[in-house]
């Protein structure tokens, strides 16, 4: 992928949905976001506690495919720098995940703007009142930085998808995952 720009202020960010031809960098960019040393960039890396691949082409073909599912992409200076899963999961309900920023940019704000335009499109296209994520227990640093955004922890922990490869392969025992929660209202995406 070439090098992207620092964007100079948030106006120089660009949203929209992807489509199959934005498959191999969005694979790219979500694995160097989360797994390797590439990851240890940003703030955002989980190499220190899954190792293997984060995503793969079918499984990001599949949620560009697939209906009440989107793949959102920051852009900056016509580079992707970002994306973001959004997924309807009933009439109220949108579930964000696999947000990430390319980790030379994250704390720059274009991580809270994608979220933004992720909550806004959930609410704008489904009509969704509220948007569920679920993040790593022992990620306590990304967990303050959503409840920052107006995220609240829902009391819901599922066990992390053990002895499946494609979500990555523990090196901590005991990995959960908390659900957030959101309530959207009318002219969100910028709260």
């Given at each position: 992928?070439p090098a992207?720009?620092?964007?100079?202020?948030?106006?120089?960010?660009?949203?929209?949905?992807?489509?199959?031809?934005?498959?191999d960098a969005?694979?790219?960019?979500?694995?160097?976001a989360?797994?390797?040393?590439?990851?240890?960039?940003?703030?955002?890396?989980?190499?220190?506690?899954?190792?293997?691949?984060?995503?793969?082409?079918?499984?990001?073909?599949?949620?560009?495919?697939?209906?009440?599912?989107?793949?959102?992409?920051?852009?900056?200076?016509?580079?992707?720098?970002?994306?973001?899963?959004?997924?309807?999961?009933?009439t109220?309900?949108?579930?964000?995940?696999?947000?990430?920023?390319?980790?030379?940019?994250?704390?720059?704000?274009?991580?809270r703007?994608?979220?933004?335009?992720?909550?806004?499109?959930?609410?704008?296209?489904?009509?969704?009142?509220?948007?569920?994520?679920q993040?790593?227990?022992?990620?306590r640093?990304?967990?303050?930085?959503?409840?920052?955004?107006?995220y609240?922890?829902?009391?819901?922990?599922?066990?992390?998808?053990?002895?499946?490869?494609?979500f990555?392969?523990?090196?901590?025992?005991?990995?959960?995952?908390?659900?957030?929660?959101?309530?959207?209202?009318?002219?969100?995406?910028?709260?």
């Amino acid at each position: 992928m070439p090098a992207q720009r620092h964007p100079s202020s948030n106006t120089d960010l660009t949203f929209r949905r992807a489509n199959a031809a934005d498959v191999d960098a969005i694979v790219a960019l979500v694995n160097s976001a989360y797994r390797g040393e590439s990851s240890r960039a940003g703030w955002t890396t989980e190499a220190d506690i899954l190792g293997g691949q984060r995503t793969d082409a079918a499984e990001i073909a599949h949620l560009i495919a697939q209906d009440g599912s989107a793949i959102l992409l920051c852009l900056c200076g016509g580079g992707i720098i970002g994306s973001v899963h959004v997924e309807q999961v009933d009439t109220a309900t949108a579930y964000l995940g696999m947000l990430v920023i390319r980790p030379q940019l994250q704390g720059q704000g274009a991580g809270r703007r994608l979220m933004d335009e992720a909550e806004r499109f959930a609410y704008t296209e489904w009509g969704a009142g509220r948007v569920q994520m679920q993040v790593i227990t022992l990620r306590r640093e990304l967990i303050a930085y959503y409840e920052r955004r107006g995220y609240r922890r829902s009391g819901e922990v599922r066990p992390f998808p053990a002895g499946e490869p494609r979500f990555g392969l523990p090196k901590v025992e005991g990995l959960m995952f908390e659900v957030l929660e959101k309530v959207l209202e009318a002219g969100c995406g910028g709260n």
